[in-house]
């Protein structure tokens, strides 16, 4: 048994919660669309935003990943491929999964090993166009995807004790007590977001 996340007691029947690791969890950057398009040169990883309307080559943006600095890739992604706001990635931890730099730091924009930068087709389907909103929405992304690709992804489950007295369906559970599931829900991202998730699940519950 996972542990026991938190209980609650309504009309004399405990409820419970707990946390599973999710092995199934789908990439978040398969789905919906995103503010931003993702290059890194490491395992030579490219992902992309659904939308392809402005699409360019990733092996392009590699290219002048490897033979310029950040500050000037980022100026070449701005005048000539409409981004409005590029953020450096640096491989992070043994796994070197990217995390997003702060332009205004020379170390981060020195190592870096991607680029994520919002396009005009990325910000016709998002609707976000302030400077200030995209780069907080591109290091949300990479964040998630981050978390993602490490494995920390898990499913919470509620679970109602079940007794003589409480079980509903006349099923004879005079000798022992057990526990069945209410409620489940999985892909979550994060550990600390998904045990916020499971906590207010059952409270709401």
């Known amino acids: 048994m996972n542990e026991i996340l938190d209980t609650r007691t309504v009309d004399d029947v405990e409820y419970r919660v707990y946390l599973e690791q999710d092995s199934e969890c789908e990439d978040p950057r398969g789905d919906a669309c995103h503010v931003g398009v993702i290059v890194t040169v490491r395992n030579s990883r490219y992902l992309w935003p659904a939308e392809d309307g402005d699409r360019i080559s990733a092996g392009y943006v590699r290219d002048a990943m490897e033979d310029h600095s950040f500050r000037v890739v980022a100026r070449w992604l701005r005048m000539f491929h409409g981004a409005t706001v590029v953020l450096p990635l640096y491989a992070a931890g043994d796994e070197g999964r990217p995390v997003a730099g702060d332009v205004t730091d020379d170390a981060d924009a020195r190592d870096y090993t991607g680029v994520t930068f919002d396009q005009p087709s990325t910000r016709e389907v998002t609707g976000l166009t302030g400077t200030v909103e995209i780069a907080a929405a591109l290091s949300t992304e990479i964040d998630e995807y981050s978390t993602w690709a490490v494995g920390d992804c898990y499913g919470y489950v509620i679970e109602r004790q079940v007794t003589e007295d409480s079980d509903p369906i ?4 005079s000798d022992s007590e057990g526990w ?26």
């Open 170 to 173: 006349g099923i004879d559970v």
């Open 180 to 205: 069945e599931q209410v409620d489940s829900l999985w892909g979550l991202v994060g550990g600390e977001y998904a045990r916020q998730a499971a906590v207010s699940a059952l409270s709401d519950l």
